[in-house]
């Protein structure tokens, strides 16, 4: 954001944004706060399924909402190529954002009444639960059922995440854990 307020030429250039908090009650049990805005997500592997937490403030889920199709047809590249060449959308319909943190995008002008439904949540937890935060180039790349079945297999967190990061073939950890691009 500081760097848009320098260079104007930045100005359409924002960022998405997932997070969370746990909390631990009084009476001990654990809450997760979640926020999110953009297209990454919030996800909770839970006796060993994956369920999507956060909404997608993307053209995509707008799009399929509008239409009466269900959002986890986000995967569907046959019914989002089809949305995109309905409503012009040359070829972003999955990067396309209806809100991001800083910037200011130019979209469909369909697209501008979205309004975010849920950008905070709050969630139970229960023993044994995990939260992943993934970024748009795993989402984009790797199915869900392929994402539960890496994070369901054995390895720490980093071999769990080089496992998502080379199943969506967009970057590699090198030997320090930092991602490096091929």
């Given at each position: 954001?500081?760097?848009?307020?320098?260079?104007?030429e930045?100005?359409?250039?924002?960022?998405?944004?997932?997070l969370?908090?746990i909390?631990?009650?009084?009476?001990?049990?654990?809450?997760?706060?979640?926020?999110?805005?953009?297209?990454?997500?919030?996800y909770?592997?839970?006796?060993k399924?994956?369920?999507?937490?956060?909404?997608?403030?993307?053209?995509?889920?707008?799009?399929?909402?509008?239409?009466?199709?269900?959002?986890?047809?986000?995967e569907?590249?046959?019914?989002?190529?089809?949305?995109?060449?309905?409503?012009?959308?040359?070829?972003?319909?999955?990067?396309?954002?209806?809100?991001?943190?800083?910037?200011?995008?130019?979209?469909n002008e369909?697209?501008?009444?979205?309004?975010?439904?849920?950008?905070?949540?709050?969630?139970?937890?229960?023993?044994?639960?995990?939260?992943?935060?993934?970024?748009?180039?795993?989402?984009?790349?790797?199915?869900?059922?392929?994402k539960e079945?890496?994070?369901?297999?054995?390895?720490?967190?980093?071999?769990?995440a080089?496992?998502?990061?080379?199943?969506?073939?967009?970057?590699?950890?090198?030997p320090?854990?930092?991602?490096?691009?091929?």
């Amino acid at each position: 954001i500081d760097e848009i307020k320098k260079d104007p030429e930045l100005g359409n250039m924002g960022t998405t944004v997932s997070l969370a908090k746990i909390c631990e009650m009084e009476n001990g049990e654990k809450k997760a706060l979640i926020a999110n805005i953009g297209d990454s997500r919030t996800y909770l592997l839970r006796n060993k399924k994956l369920s999507r937490l956060t909404k997608d403030d993307s053209a995509a889920r707008y799009l399929l909402e509008k239409k009466g199709l269900d959002p986890a047809l986000d995967e569907d590249k046959a019914v989002l190529d089809g949305l995109d060449k309905e409503f012009g959308l040359q070829g972003k319909i999955r990067s396309a954002t209806t809100l991001a943190l800083g910037g200011k995008e130019n979209f469909n002008e369909d697209l501008q009444e979205m309004v975010p439904e849920e950008a905070i949540l709050s969630i139970d937890l229960q023993a044994g639960d995990q939260l992943i935060i993934m970024t748009d180039g795993i989402i984009d790349n790797v199915p869900d059922k392929e994402k539960e079945l890496i994070l369901n297999s054995k390895g720490n967190e980093i071999n769990l995440a080089e496992k998502l990061i080379r199943g969506a073939g967009i970057a590699e950890l090198n030997p320090n854990n930092e991602l490096a691009t091929p």
